[in-house]
């Protein structure tokens, strides 16, 4: 069972304290597989982007530890799943889409179609004009129109 | 055996039968001739024929005035025959000075003759001076074969080099063996055989709809002549049939409704699943050819080759070759039924026929040229865009932009003036149809009027032949259009085939040695290679202990990115071996033996996809923690973890999200992944800053441990690492040895990297400066 403490301080800044005692301020949980598998390979980066603690499975950590990284992994993933497709974006760029999302309702625009990327087997993803990515994990749940708009950019 | 170092007898028995003749007329007994050159230019340049003759004891050479017999070949018409022993003969040498080449023979007291040929005789004059070569050596003993050559069936048309059999294209000048287009299209029938039947039901139901739709006209007949004639002249008709006559109607357009549908249907079923099967064969075809082919070829125009073209081929087989099939059979039928109805009638009907089919023919020649001129223009536009758009970095940063438009309107103007050419001879001839159609429908319509007068026939036998005749015009014009659709398709079916002929040029062994996991010890033997007939390396020898690190240095152009090439097996070398764990690494099968090099190039190329797909690209299924240790090996984990999903980050198409220094490292751990026992790096760090190289480098050295290791670098700085240094120049090596030592002998490598310091400390010393110039003037010559 590996553990470590996970806190902010008075400035926000997030603190890790290693069983020993050391700490580092200003630390960044990452998960390395966000999406493909993000219960596993978690690591913890300074301030720097050095690499202080790898985590192989979320398993590994006592309940409290894990409770607060979740807590803090939590805060700073941001990848929409669209769950369906509300309007029907025009064929010009950029195109205005607008969406539900496991996250609710957003707008968002996508440059061009180079922007959607169809992952096989069906799998979609979307970078919209800003960076933020989108994740459709499999076409086969949408309903017909979302699936439809989605054919008009593949 | 590779192609220049020849087997006598091998040689000997492809040599032509007059050659045979004449050199046996003037053998001596016992003398056996190997190999023989055919100078096509006197020392004049004027074109002459000779023949030079190679024997185990002597060279003959035969010389014919070209003006009193200009054929020569025979013995007696030679106006000079000259004899050399090979005891007399000191060395032998070929001279190649644009295009033209000179054969050289010395003695010990100098030359002794000297032949001019064109380039066309080039590979034979190589293949004496080889052969003598190898006389002078050992007395003809040759290095054992390992891959026997397939015999020789031909000649090549460009070059005259011996095509083998399976030789789709020449192995010295590349050309292809001319094949007629149309034939390329009747080997679509192979794809096709696997649908057999639904094609065959096809047919049948083309066959089916085309006569559903002859029944209308038909049908109208009775109708007139049994029932409105009569009923209008006030005569008894039998009016109770009028219904059947209309419901005959009616049923035969649905009938043609249906048939039409399942016929479209089933045809283009077959001709979309033979375009995809077309398009899977060629793409996976263009996978297995070697790095050669792809050298030579343009990737739009191999991207069209494998979308457009089959998908043209797709759709003349689905719309045109469907149209010409009703056509014919429509005509057929159609005349048959005239003919059954009015002898007279159908003779004045069919009689202008062959006279408008051969208008039609002739104006769609003077179309089919306006269409091939039209598709020219339309590629000079195309490759204009291609061309343009990802280079509109350099068109904006030299300010051409409106060069480009220039040069686009251009090319826009021709595709208009082409069309416009089109469209006035396709005007032109619409209304000549039309004309010819009325004048046809004018003649029966004269000639029936007499007929119906005299009672020959009746009313409704002439509507049923002007129904007829009208359908018969429209089917002739639609018919004609097939010309040049053939002639577009069969060229997209000879560019198709064009790629599914190639013989990939790095053939797999007959009985392959499976080298599972090698050492990493390398031996280049006696190396040579030629690209084109033009020498790339010469000779080369070099040792490399497994896991060893060399560095290769010289100027660009000196052969270095081939030799590593050689040593993955893009190519095969023209002669000599390259030997890994002591085994010539032509016996191994290619994917086997590459699956041991890990390659890192300089423009590191990602697919799109994430990251971590990147990473295991040649280990699809590697788990996770190898994919994050090879990352780490390479210095990338740190960087993929502050991306926004990580590993699961998209990189791009070609990896664009990313920069430089980080798809290098991306593709060091690409490398580190597979674990190859040989590494090669070409100038893995030349295109990034020097703090990013400070962090390749650092990735490289976790990956060489162990491995051995090629690397290229113009950079000398780079390849502190190395055991030891190569040095080339112009397709040699010139130096060997590690850094100091070499500094030490105060060769080319010291001059090189006394040039890098002088640069870096911003002084440029003229000396080397001028000797690198003079350098690069004689390799241009």
């Known amino acids: 069972m590996i553990s470590f403490t996970l806190q902010r301080d008075s400035q926000r800044r997030l603190v890790f304290t290693a069983p020993d005692g050391r700490t580092h301020i200003d630390v960044d949980p990452v998960r390395a597989f966000p999406l493909s598998d993000p219960r596993h390979s978690i690591s913890i980066c300074d301030s720097l982007g050095r690499e202080i603690l790898y985590i192989d499975s979320l398993d590994d950590l006592d309940p409290a530890t894990r409770a607060s990284l979740e807590a803090e992994l939590a805060q700073r993933e941001f990848v929409p799943i669209i769950l369906r497709v509300i309007n029907t974006p025009p064929k010009t760029e950029p195109s205005t889409w607008q969406v539900e999302t496991d996250r609710g309702i957003t707008t968002f625009e996508v440059d061009s179609d180079d922007s959607v990327y169809r992952r096989p087997p069906r799998r979609v993803s979307i970078v919209d004009s800003r960076g933020i990515r989108y994740e459709i994990p499999d076409t086969r749940n949408l309903d017909h129109h979302s699936r439809r708009v989605l054919d008009r950019f593949l | ?781």
């Open chain 2, 1 to 781: 055996m590779k192609r220049g170092m020849t087997d006598p007898m091998e040689t000997w028995a492809g040599s032509p039968e007059w050659v045979r003749t004449l050199a046996g007329s003037k053998l001596e007994p016992g003398e056996s001739p190997l190999t023989w050159f055919e100078p096509d230019l006197n020392h004049r340049l004027f074109y002459a024929p000779g023949l030079v003759v190679l024997t185990d004891r002597r060279v003959l050479s035969f010389e014919w005035d070209p003006a009193k017999s200009p054929n020569g070949r025979h013995p007696e018409d030679a106006s000079s025959l000259r004899v050399w022993p090979l005891h007399s003969v000191s060395s032998i040498s070929t001279r190649d000075q644009s295009g033209i080449g000179a054969l050289e023979l010395f003695g010990p007291d100098g030359l002794l003759a000297w032949w001019r040929y064109t380039v066309a005789r080039a590979p034979a004059a190589r293949r004496m001076v080889e052969r003598l070569e190898s006389l002078r050596r050992g007395g003809g003993a040759l290095a054992p074969v390992s891959t026997e050559l397939p015999a020789i069936t031909g000649e090549c048309a460009v070059c005259a080099a011996p095509l083998r059999a399976g030789d789709s294209t020449c192995r010295e000048c590349g050309a292809s063996p001319s094949r007629p287009p149309v034939r390329s299209l009747l080997r679509l029938f192979s794809v096709a055989r696997k649908y057999l039947f639904m094609s065959v039901l096809g047919f049948f139901l083309t066959l089916a709809s085309t006569a559903s739709g002859l029944i209308p006209p038909y049908l109208t007949m009775p109708l007139l002549d049994n029932v409105l004639v009569p009923y209008q002249n006030g005569q008894p008709a039998d009016t109770h049939m009028v219904k059947w006559y209309l419901l005959g109607l009616a049923g035969a357009s649905v009938l043609a409704w249906a048939l039409t549908w399942a016929q479209m249907y089933v045809l283009s079923w077959v001709s979309e699943r033979i375009s995809a099967d077309l398009r899977n064969l060629t793409y996976s075809h263009l996978q297995r050819l070697s790095l050669e082919y792809f050298g030579g070829k343009r990737t739009g125009d191999l991207i069209s080759r494998v979308s457009s073209d089959t998908d043209r081929i797709c759709y003349f087989l689905s719309v045109y070759v469907l149209d010409f099939v009703t056509d014919v059979i429509m005509l057929l039928m159609t005349a048959g039924i005239l003919l059954s109805v009015d002898l007279r009638l159908a003779a004045v009907t069919l009689l202008p026929m062959p006279l408008i089919a051969f208008l039609v023919f002739r104006v769609q020649e003077r179309l089919g040229h306006g269409f091939s001129l039209g598709n020219r223009a339309w590629a000079e536009l195309t490759s204009i865009l291609a061309e343009t758009i990802p280079g509109i970095r350099v068109v904006k940063a030299f300010a051409q932009e409106d060069h480009e438009i220039q040069r686009f309107r251009r090319a826009n103007d021709s595709v208009l003036s082409t069309n416009d050419r089109v469209n006035r001879v396709w005007a032109y001839f619409n209304a000549v149809v039309v004309l010819l159609t009325d004048l046809g429908v004018l003649i029966v319509w004269m000639f029936g009027v007499w007929l119906v007068f005299h009672h020959s026939v009746t009313v409704g036998v002439l509507t049923a032949f002007v129904a007829y005749i009208s359908r018969f015009y429209a089917r002739l014009d639609s018919m004609s259009r097939m010309a040049s659709a053939t002639q577009r398709a069969a060229a997209s079916a000879q560019r198709v085939f064009g790629v599914l002929d190639r013989v990939p040029k790095v053939p797999e062994p007959a009985d392959p040695i499976h080298p599972v996991r090698v050492e990493g010890g390398i031996e280049i033997r006696n190396l040579s290679f030629r690209y084109a007939s033009r020498p790339i390396l010469k000779d080369l020898n070099l040792t490399i202990r497994p896991g060893e690190m060399i560095g290769l240095v010289g100027q660009s152009g000196a052969g270095k990115t081939t030799l590593i090439n050689l040593l993955c097996r893009f190519y095969d070398v023209t002669s000599g071996e390259i030997l890994v764990d002591g085994t010539d690494i032509r016996r191994f099968p290619t994917g086997e033996y590459r699956r041991n090099i890990g390659l890192v190039l300089q423009e590191p190329f990602l697919f799109s996809g994430s990251v971590a797909e990147n990473i295991a690209y040649g280990r699809p299924n590697a788990p996770r923690e190898e994919i994050i240790a090879a990352a780490r090996a390479a210095r990338a984990h740190e960087f993929i973890l502050r991306l926004p999903n990580g590993y699961d980050s998209l990189v791009g198409e070609r990896g664009q999200f990313l920069s430089g220094g980080e798809r290098q490292r991306v593709s060091i751990a690409r490398a580190l992944l597979i674990d190859p026992r040989i590494l090669i790096l070409d100038e893995a760090t030349s295109s990034v800053d020097t703090e990013t190289e400070r962090e390749i480098q650092l990735a490289l050295a976790n990956l060489i441990q162990g491995r051995t290791t090629i690397a290229i670098a113009h950079r000398l700085s780079t390849l502190q690492r190395a055991d030891r240094l190569v040095v080339m120049q112009r397709g040699e090596i010139v130096e060997v040895g590690p850094h100091a030592e070499l500094l030490e002998r105060g060769g080319v490598y010291a001059r090189l990297h006394q040039a890098q310091i002088d640069m870096h400390e911003g002084r440029l010393q003229p000396a080397a400066a001028e000797e690198a110039e003079e350098d690069e003037l004689l390799e241009e010559l």
